[in-house]
């Protein structure tokens, strides 16, 4: 199994359209949780840190199940702007080596 | 907004050559690393760096790889005899934290390294 799964996509959405990503991870020792994105040949950005309760930080959403080992996205009202690979990223041990998931594509088309 | 600075953009080095990608962290950044992304895949870890040791690398970091902080702002990573399997791009990056907290890491924009 892979420490960090995602949905590869593309996942393709018109403008304005609210999609979510899933993420899975397998290691239950995990401590820290992010989303990043991901532009062509560009290096990853963080976009956000993913807590228990929950966090929302303009148009995005993050959640997690630590029970159930997963992490999700929700991206409301999409821009053609956020077209991007969306990686999910997992803190797994005490140190600080984080492990990605292989990233979910995004294109929002108008 | 606060820079991780990587130079070269793009190094083309032939197979067996030593190369040192260099990487200039946030300047009150006391954790550093080194993941790499072959093309279409995901990024790996490599190795972190603290208190001028390696913290934690990984199983790619093999004896063909080093890291130095030869002076108060360069990070580097050598490769001593690159390989074809070598080419990738190569993403320095840098935290305040040491467990990370809410803020993760600040990634440079990276070296592409072509080994022909």
């Known amino acids: 199994r892979k420490e960090v799964e995602q949905d590869p996509g593309p996942f393709n959405v018109p403008e304005g359209a609210t999609v979510a990503f899933n993420c899975t991870y397998s290691?239950?020792?995990?401590?820290?949780f992010f989303w990043y994105r991901q532009d062509c040949r560009k290096e990853p950005k963080l976009l956000m840190s993913?807590?228990?309760s929950g966090n929302e930080d303009g148009r995005f959403t993050a959640q997690l199940n630590r029970a159930s080992q997963y992490i999700s996205l929700l991206i409301r009202d999409s821009k053609l702007s956020d077209s991007a690979t969306y990686l999910c990223v997992v803190n797994n041990n005490a140190g600080n080596m984080l492990t990605f998931g292989g990233g979910t594509r995004l294109m929002v088309k108008p | 907004e606060p820079e991780v600075t990587q130079t070269p953009s793009h190094q083309v080095t032939q197979m067996g050559q030593e190369v040192i990608l260099r990487c200039v962290p946030i300047s009150n950044h006391l954790y550093f690393y080194w993941y790499r992304q072959i093309l279409g895949q995901k990024v790996e870890f490599l190795v972190s760096?603290?208190?001028?040791?390696?913290?934690?690398k990984s199983e790619i970091f093999d004896d063909q790889f080093s890291v130095e902080r030869p002076d108060g702002s360069n990070f580097t990573l050598k490769i001593r005899s690159t390989k074809l399997e070598d080419s990738a791009m190569y993403f320095c990056?840098?935290?305040?934290?040491?467990?990370?907290?809410?803020?993760?890491?600040?990634f440079g924009s990276g070296t592409r390294l072509t080994v022909v």
């Open positions: 993913v807590y228990s």
């Open positions: 760096f603290y208190n001028n040791e390696i913290s934690e």
């Open positions: 290691n239950s020792a995990s401590q820290s």
């Open positions: 990056a840098s935290s305040e934290m040491g467990r990370l907290g809410v803020y993760g890491y600040t």
